[in-house]
């Protein structure tokens, strides 16, 4: 695993889409692994001036939500797809048919989650990025989510209705449950890149790279996984003792 603590959440946009862009060298139809949240919008950022600048071009790439929430309309504009198409689809060279993710509004629910995993399965996923929770989540998988998990309907903490609030008019209107892949099926990604900016993220960080290996901390998952890197800023890093 390579940790690399950056100044600006600027400077760990341009180390994160250099991670991207080399694998669009290799394979410009790549399947590339999109998170939400706050934390990835200034990726994003740096992705569409790059595309705009033609320095990388996603025309050819195709992206796979990590999770959805359940219940929303579809076209909902908290949506984690219309957050991907407002953030990268209207602004590059990305197509909206590119763009997939599970659907949350399906009737059954199950099988709509065992469709998703066996799309993101087989489309192989070259790099996929990852935010983490301040309670160690990842993805959607909260704590004591098994290792072994594949995609599924999940309950949201508390916590995590809580710090999403702020894309909603307020925490009860965020939806209770959604579909996220498991941690299983977020593991097969070729390689993981988890990006954590601020200081409430700090124990969460410290947690999943140097702690234990447990179901308890979902993020410490990634220690079982051989390509990792992992972009922080200073606030994020604070806590860590090998940086
Ligand atoms: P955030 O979410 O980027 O909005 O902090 C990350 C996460 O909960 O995984």
């Known amino acids: 695993m390579r940790i ?14 250099d991670r991207i862009a080399d694998v669009l060298r290799v394979h410009p139809a ?3 692994g999109l998170a939400t949240g706050g934390t990835m919008q ?4 740096e992705l569409v001036r790059r595309d705009q600048l033609d320095l990388l071009d996603l025309q050819d790439v195709c992206c796979f939500l990590l ?4 219940g929303l309309d579809a076209g909902d504009s908290a949506s984690y797809l219309e957050t991907v198409r407002r953030a990268l689809v209207n ?4 197509p909206a048919t590119s763009v ?8 059954v629910l199950d099988v709509e989650a065992r469709r998703y995993d066996q799309q993101v399965t087989q489309s192989r996923i ?21 290792f072994q998990s594949r995609t599924r309907q999940v309950d949201l903490a508390d916590e995590t209705r809580r710090a999403n609030s702020r894309f909603f008019t307020g925490k009860r209107s965020v939806p209770s449950s959604a579909i996220t892949q498991g941690i299983a099926t977020i593991l097969q990604a070729e390689q993981l890149v988890l ?6 993220k700090s124990d969460a960080v410290k947690a999943a790279l140097e702690g234990p290996v447990s179901s308890s901390v979902p993020a410490s998952a990634l220690q079982l996984h051989s390509h990792v890197t992992v972009v922080l800023d200073e606030d994020a890093a604070r806590e860590l003792q090998n940086r």
């Open 195 to 200: 990006v954590a900016f601020g200081a409430d």
């Open 126 to 146: 070259s790099l996929q990025l990852l935010g983490i929770g301040q309670n160690g989540h990842l993805a959607f998988n909260e704590p004591g989510s098994s």
């Open 42 to 45: 200034t990726i994003y950022d």
């Open 91 to 94: 602004r590059t060279r990305l």
């Open 30 to 32: 790549a399947a590339l």
């Open 4 to 17: 690399l603590v950056v100044e600006t959440r600027e400077a760990a946009a341009v180390v994160v889409v």
């Open 67 to 70: 999770d959805e929430y359940v």
């Open 100 to 107: 997939f993710g599970p659907d949350g509004s399906a009737v």
